[in-house]
Structure formats: structure tokens, C-alpha cells
């Protein structure tokens, strides 16, 4: 009788445990959107059109999307970064409208997370390339559309050509922490 109510108050205790730590893991924000659900999180969150089209890309540390809708005259921009660590899975960081996007090329870089380039693509940019660890790599992007691409850490010096073949200028870089 008594080794029964032992077990009984040691599975109490356990599962109260086990309570307290997914209270703690929930409340200290450890657990971020899995990579398959960033889209559907950032249109709920953001109130975005489900009708919009969307263009994005990802790597192991950010996340960046644009969406966008059918006439191109409006937008909302989304970036979600890893925060690495203790912590799973992608973080909303910032997201909405911007001139710059609207009108030219922003880049925003976070340090060790990489970089992420918006445009609603008024340029036509069609190539972008950029040094990754000494390699030239190069991404291709829709000229007819807007774009958000996500650089590594590493990128080194980022330049953007027209379909045309054509420099085209980053309007805007920011640094971010």
C-alpha cells in the first residue's frame, strides 16, 4: 500500500515537472514556425491577401518572402531569422511596406544570419551574383516579378544585373543587429 502511493506521488511529481517546462519552453519563446509553415504564418499574421503571389527564398538561418498583388502596386515584405542556440525553428523579425522596395532595391543585412534582397523588380533584375567563399555564385530571379532572395553570411560583394545584362545599383542597404 505504502509503495503505492509512493509511485502515485513520484508520477504527480513528474508530470507536474513536465508541466512547469512546457509553461517555461512556451512563455520564453524557444520554439519558432517550422520551415513548412513559414508562408501560411506570415499571411496570418500580417493579414495578408491569400490571393497575392508570393516570391521567397530561405537557407538554414533567415527566411525572406514578398508578396505581392495581381496589378504589382502594392506589397508586404517578411523576413523570419533563426535565432540559433536553444532555440528551433524561424522568429518573425520585421515585415510591411516599403518605399524602397516599391521603388527600387533594399538589402538588409543581419550579420551572421545573411542577407536578404526586396524589390518589387521595377529594374527588371534578372541575375544577381555574389562571391560565396571565393565562388562566384549566381542566383536568377524572374525579371517580369518581384523578388526577395536570401544571401549567406559570406556573400562578400553582391551585384545585380537587368535582363538586359545592365548594372543595376542596390538602392538602399541597411545593417541590422
Known amino acids: 500500500m505504502e509503495m503505492s502511493r509512493n509511485r502515485e506521488i513520484?508520477?504527480?511529481?513528474?508530470?507536474a515537472c513536465a508541466i512547469l517546462a512546457l509553461i517555461i519552453i512556451l512563455l520564453t519563446g524557444v520554439i519558432g514556425i517550422s520551415a513548412n509553415n513559414i508562408t501560411q504564418d506570415a499571411r496570418k499574421s500580417q493579414k495578408i491577401d491569400g490571393a497575392w503571389d508570393m516570391s521567397g527564398s530561405s537557407n538554414n538561418a533567415m527566411a525572406a518572402m514578398i508578396f505581392y498583388?495581381?496589378?504589382?502596386?502594392d506589397h508586404t515584405f517578411s523576413l523570419y531569422l533563426d535565432r540559433g542556440g536553444?532555440?528551433?525553428g524561424y522568429f518573425f523579425r520585421e515585415g510591411g511596406s516599403n518605399s524602397t522596395i516599391e521603388n527600387g532595391i533594399l538589402m538588409l543585412e543581419y550579420?551572421?544570419?545573411?542577407?536578404?534582397i526586396f524589390s518589387m523588380n521595377k529594374e527588371r533584375v534578372g541575375r544577381i551574383e555574389h562571391s560565396d567563399g571565393g565562388?562566384?555564385?549566381?542566383i536568377y530571379v524572374d525579371p517580369s516579378k518581384p523578388f526577395a532572395v536570401v544571401l549567406p553570411a559570406n556573400h562578400g560583394s553582391v551585384k545585380l544585373f537587368s535582363d538586359s545584362g545592365n548594372d543595376v545599383p542596390i538602392t538602399l542597404t541597411e545593417r541590422r543587429s
Do not use: K
Open 10 to 15: 513520484v508520477l504527480i511529481g513528474i508530470a
Open 69 to 73: 498583388n495581381e496589378t504589382l502596386d
Open 86 to 88: 536553444l532555440s528551433f
Open 111 to 116: 550579420g551572421t544570419n545573411g542577407s536578404a
Open 135 to 138: 565562388d562566384l555564385a549566381e
